[in-house]
């Protein structure tokens, strides 16, 4: 299978600790997203990487989130000192870089869960 | 800004009944347009895409939908349910914004609804 994979698939973690999430996109895609979906609500967009350049971050991302994609492939997330309300399942996803509108492929997401 | 509307959070069928799942949008911009379904536990899978083609769009599964500018609709339907539709549908629009001429296509989500389907 060559879609987007994430690791893990779920993390559990204490409170005040640091996690990091791993996303291998799809080979040949040059544009990596980066969402967060908490439970009953629509994913929201966190941040996009062309190649290894990150070109856009939501409001929702805060100091305490980094993303690095460092060599344009796979892409890490972290988030540290964790708190409640990072509890979510966070997806990733990629996409060709195209004018006209490319579909996005998801990976199964990570589910995070905050103790 | 844009916005994306899905009218209904539940849609409930008997098998081999018609599906309909609403979503509207708003936008200043001629918008591309998605329906991705999302299994529980699973990300999300690309049902199919409007971008300004036909205005009459079939995907995977059966399910098609229908843009309609006056309307700002794109509703998704199913001539006959299946129970293995039952999921989460999110209606999704992709707004280029130009920055330096780069499209970097930033999806915006509908709230979803979610489809059960009944035996």
């Known amino acids: 299978d060559t879609g987007v994979s994430q690791n893990p698939r779920h993390k559990i973690t204490k409170r005040g600790q640091n996690v990091t999430f791993r996303c291998d996109p799809i080979s040949e895609h040059n544009r990596l997203y980066w969402y967060r979906q908490t439970l009953g609500q629509g994913p929201e967009f966190l941040t996009y990487f062309q190649n290894e350049a990150q070109l856009e971050k939501s409001r929702l991302l805060s100091d305490r989130f980094s993303a690095e994609r460092p060599k344009g492939s796979f892409s890490t997330l972290e988030i540290q000192r964790t708190e409640q309300g990072d509890s979510a399942m966070y997806l990733c996803a990629s996409s060709l870089a195209d004018r006209a509108s490319q579909p996005q492929h998801f990976g199964d997401g990570t589910r995070l869960s905050i103790l | 800004a844009q916005s994306v509307t899905q009218l209904d959070s539940h849609v409930s069928v008997s098998e081999g009944t018609p599906v309909l799942l609403r979503c509207n949008y708003s936008?200043?911009?001629?918008?591309?347009l998605f329906w991705y379904v999302q299994h529980p536990n699973k990300g999300l899978q690309l049902l199919l895409k409007y971008t300004s083609a036909a205005t009459l769009v079939k995907g995977i599964n059966g399910f098609e939908a229908e843009f309609k500018k006056s309307e700002t609709s794109f509703h998704l339907t199913k001539p006959s349910a299946h129970m293995s539709d039952a999921a989460e549908y999110f209606c999704?629009?992709?707004?280029?914004?130009?920055?330096?001429?780069?499209?970097?296509?930033?999806?915006?989500f509908g709230q979803g609804t979610i489809l059960t389907v009944h035996p």
């Open positions: 999704v629009a992709h707004l280029p914004f130009n920055a330096g001429g780069t499209s970097y296509g930033k999806l915006t």
């Open positions: 936008s200043s911009y001629s918008p591309s």
